[in-house]
């Protein structure tokens, strides 16, 4: 009897975890079904039911500071792929901050001279990549019947450089040249500290010129001064302290 | 004694190479429009504080030379 009660209860646990086990692979199948469901928007793009123009343009979305930009697109019928030229089309560009205000609007130039690549192209100096963040444009060309716009943002960064990658490598190069800098003055190893401190007076001067990857303000300079006076004292401090 | 020479040595060597280096980018980051005036003349100093450093390193090496002869 006693032994049928456990075979019982025994019965009872094995069904229940089996239950939690389902469940819980139940809900890790429905946690997780959230990224792969994917629904389609409600509206078609119109412009895919109506024809018009495709405007495609290099996707690059970070600029250095202050640097010319040369930006340049290629313009197709959306119903047949064919190229299309300044022959019957205009096309135009809209700079835009990140303030929503309009730095340029300009007619872009069709390079007539290289009718293969059939290349629409402009260059933007750099006065209007003064300011350091976001900005868009919009490409907006159009003949008599037909048109197409295309929009895109980007970053104006001190280097050009942007991403997690840059981050990352930049910040170990800090922490090693400063990690090698304080190894050496704890180790009392004169030329360690002295080649960091050399290193850390033109990790200084670099962050002046190139800012901290997509930083460079006052803060960043005052950053970077510091940097150079550390390197700078370390480097003397250690030759004079051997002597 | 040889020790301090060669790693003074290396320390020289690589801190002459980098100089042009340092003085470029110092001129490139006077030419930078945020900064200018006082920080401007302090920032072109950066290459004197630099070439101090090796300056230093030698006269280091002089200086325990002759305090190792007896000589200071």
């Not at chain 1, 792969?36 to 078609?44: E, G, K, N, V």
């Not at chain 1, 200084?204 to 005052?222: E, K, P, W």
């Not at chain 2, 920080?39 to 030379?65: P, V």
Request: negative net charge; glycine residues 10%.
């Amino acid at each position: 009897m006693l032994q049928q009660k456990i075979k019982i209860k025994n019965r009872i646990k094995g069904e229940t975890s089996k239950a939690f086990n389902l469940s819980a692979l139940f809900i890790f199948i429905f946690l997780f079904s959230f990224n792969l469901i994917h629904a389609d928007p409600p509206f078609a793009q119109p412009q895919n039911l109506l024809g018009g123009y495709e405007i495609k343009i290099p996707p690059f979305d970070t600029f250095k500071q202050n640097e010319d930009l040369n930006l340049n697109f290629h313009l197709f019928n959306l119903s047949n792929g064919v190229p299309i030229d300044n022959s019957s089309t205009d096309c135009f560009i809209h700079l835009y901050q990140s303030n929503g205000i309009q730095e340029l609007e300009i007619e872009v130039p069709h390079e007539s001279f290289n009718t293969i690549n059939n290349e629409w192209e402009i260059l933007i100096l750099g006065d209007n990549f003064s300011g350091i963040g976001n900005y868009a444009y919009i490409v907006q060309c159009n003949s008599s019947s037909l048109g197409g716009f295309e929009s895109i943002s980007f970053s104006i960064t001190p280097s050009g450089n942007s991403g997690t990658a840059n981050i990352v490598f930049f910040i170990a190069v800090i922490v090693l040249l400063f990690g090698l800098n304080l190894f050496g003055i704890n180790e009392k190893n004169v030329y360690m500290t002295m080649l960091s401190g050399m290193s850390l007076i033109f990790l200084g001067i670099y962050m002046i010129n190139n800012g901290i990857i997509i930083f460079r303000d006052s803060l960043t300079n005052y950053i970077a001064y510091i940097t150079i006076a550390w390197g700078f004292i370390s480097s003397i401090g250690a030759i004079l302290e051997e002597s | 004694m040889l020790g301090n020479i060669i790693g003074g040595f290396i320390v020289i060597l690589v801190g002459v190479t980098l100089a042009p280096t340092v003085a470029n980018e110092v001129a490139g980051a006077q030419l930078n429009t945020n900064i200018t005036g006082a920080s401007s003349t302090i920032l072109g100093l950066t290459t004197l504080f630099y070439n101090l450093s090796i300056a230093s390193t030698a006269i280091g090496i002089a200086a325990q030379g002759l305090r190792n002869s007896g000589l200071m």
